[in-house]
T-cell receptor, first 114, second 116 residues
Framework: ELKVEQNPLFLSMQEGKNYTIYCNYSTTSDRLYWYRQDPGKSLESLFVLLSNGAVKQEGRLMASLDTKARLSTLHITAAVHDLSATYFCAVDGYSGAGSYQLTFGKGTKLSVIP | DARVTQTPRHKVTEMGQEVTMRCQPILGHNTVFWYRQTMMQGLELLAYFRNRAPLDDSGMPKDRFSAEMPDATLATLKIQPSEPRDSAVYFC???WGQGFSNQPQHFGDGTRLSIL
């Protein structure tokens, strides 16, 4: 069974600071997705990482994938309040129940404070 | 912008009642997914379809839940009878390709279900 673990689950950071969210997964996969969810809202796609060493950047967010370590990181640079949200990673892998599934981490709730 | 449309947005009903949630995927997408989100369990995949055929519903309680795609523009998720533990936000998402393709899934706004 594919397991996806994010840490930290809660992150409070000051504006202007840098931080990294980690996403570890348990089985071989070369597709990893990052999503953002604002309170009471839907999930918005941020990044799709498709190969080992993939790096994507959008504004103050940068995501990377190391398939050998089964690890993805979401790095936040010079945080601003608008980045406050919950961030999910999701991994495409064999579910163990006879099919491939997209398994989500528990999410990291980010609060950026002045 | 193309969007996944879910109805209703909110539903409050009493235990034992039938609940039907509907989803209109983005035109041209061939995969449809149903997820349930709760504080305790996070996001769980309930079922998914490709080209209207059910591929996996192992995440769904079979005795009370059913998912169908009567046509390419409509997916439904039914709960009968509903129970308080079914209270959650139910998301539909659609995508394109074989399995989980190189493109992300697009999520609807969700149905917020409360079973009293």
């Amino acid at each position: 069974e594919l397991k996806v673990e994010q840490n930290p689950l809660f992150l409070s950071m000051q504006e202007g600071k840098n931080y990294t969210i980690y996403c570890n997964y348990s089985t071989t996969s070369d597709r990893l997705y990052w999503y953002r969810q604002d309170p009471g809202k839907s999930l918005e796609s941020l990044f799709v990482l498709l190969s080992n060493g993939a790096v994507k950047q959008e504004g103050r967010l940068m995501a990377s994938l190391d398939t050998k370590a089964r690890l993805s990181t979401l790095h936040i640079t010079a945080a601003v309040h608008d980045l406050s949200a919950t961030y999910f990673c999701a991994v495409d892998g064999y579910s163990g129940a006879g099919s491939y599934q997209l398994t989500f981490g528990k999410g990291t709730k980010l609060s950026v404070i002045p | 912008d193309a969007r996944v449309t879910q109805t209703p947005r909110h539903k409050v009903t009493e235990m034992g009642q039938e609940v039907t949630m509907r989803c209109q995927p983005i035109l041209g997408h061939n995969t449809v997914f149903w997820y349930r989100q709760t504080m305790m369990q996070g996001l769980e995949l309930l079922a998914y379809f490709r080209n209207r055929a059910p591929l996996d519903d192992s995440g769904m309680p079979k005795d009370r839940f059913s998912a169908e795609m009567p046509d390419a523009t409509l997916a439904t998720l039914k709960i009968q009878p509903s129970e308080p533990r079914d209270s959650a936000v139910y998301f539909c998402a659609s995508g394109w390709g074989q399995g989980f393709s190189n493109q992300p899934q697009h999520f609807g706004d969700g149905t917020r279900l409360s079973i009293l």
